[in-house]
């Protein structure tokens, strides 16, 4: 049954060619699915798979305390497995027909006024790590990029001079972002006066690289973000997304146009852009209610 579970991650890889958080999250999901119709519902095939076998699954889910964006995300990872086996007539129905995803109450991305923005980007110290998170900081609110995607660029991705880093998206998608003049001065910075010391091998197309001469990785930038955080006094939990919710929602506060944002976070549909209108209207509201005298 690990076999299948290979050959669809190698079908998502190579014919899909999807994104590899967006792999390691179907790996996760598939792997734990597979643990429990071994273990617990003793399967032997997924061919023996019914639709009571995978409710009796999220049941399972439920009980071990997993969120309902957990569920309905295991939901569609089961969902495109099973079809992919029958595509590849390994099983003879889909066992995953009228399972529904529960319905999901959406919450509005946290953002950072711009007093924390600046308080979490003066926050690096001025030494070679320092200057490497604030050019990675600096860039990350300047574009809305996400932060696996600042992880993979490349010394090349980066044209200073244009104004402007080429990037790789979800489904290997490129796109074209403007850069701001502050960032690219904090950018400069680190690759003249910072990334030379980083550097432990002859050359390395990685554009951030972490102590060991080798690019950062997501957990490495997640680890510094934690501590500048603190350092900033911010009290607000802080994900990797936040300063790309920021990017998306300053912009739009000051009259950017939703289509030019949609394209500069790589969105496919627009209705995920929409998102940050909700988030403005929400702190128009505060702001309201904070100073109207009749509120």
Known sequence: MEDEIKDFLHYLIVERRLAENTIVSYERDLKEYHKYMVNVEKMTSYNEIARLHIL?????????????????????????????????????????????????????????????????????????????DKAM????????????????????????????IRCTGKGNKERIIPLGSTAAKAITAYIEGSRPNLLKKDQSEALFLNHHGNRISRQGFWKNLKKLTSRANIQKALTPHTLRHSFATHLLENGADIRAVQEMLGHADISTT??????????LKDVYNQYHPRA
């Open 137 to 164: 900081l600096e860039l990350l609110y300047a574009t809305g990029i996400r932060v696996s995607e600042l992880i993979s660029l490349n010394l090349q991705d980066v044209h200073l001079t244009m104004g402007f």
């Open 56 to 132: 009796q699954f999220l049941k399972y889910l439920k009980e071990r305390g997993k969120s309902t964006k957990t569920i309905a995300r295991n939901i569609a990872s089961i969902r495109s497995f099973h079809q992919f086996l029958l595509r590849e007539k390994r099983i003879n129905q889909d066992p995953t027909i009228h399972i529904e995803s529960p319905q999901q109450t959406k919450t509005l991305p946290k953002v950072l006024n711009l007093s924390e923005v600046e308080a979490l980007l003066e926050a690096p110290e001025d030494n070679v790590f320092g200057i490497r």
């Open 274 to 283: 929409q998102i940050y209108t909700h988030v403005t209207k929400a702190r």
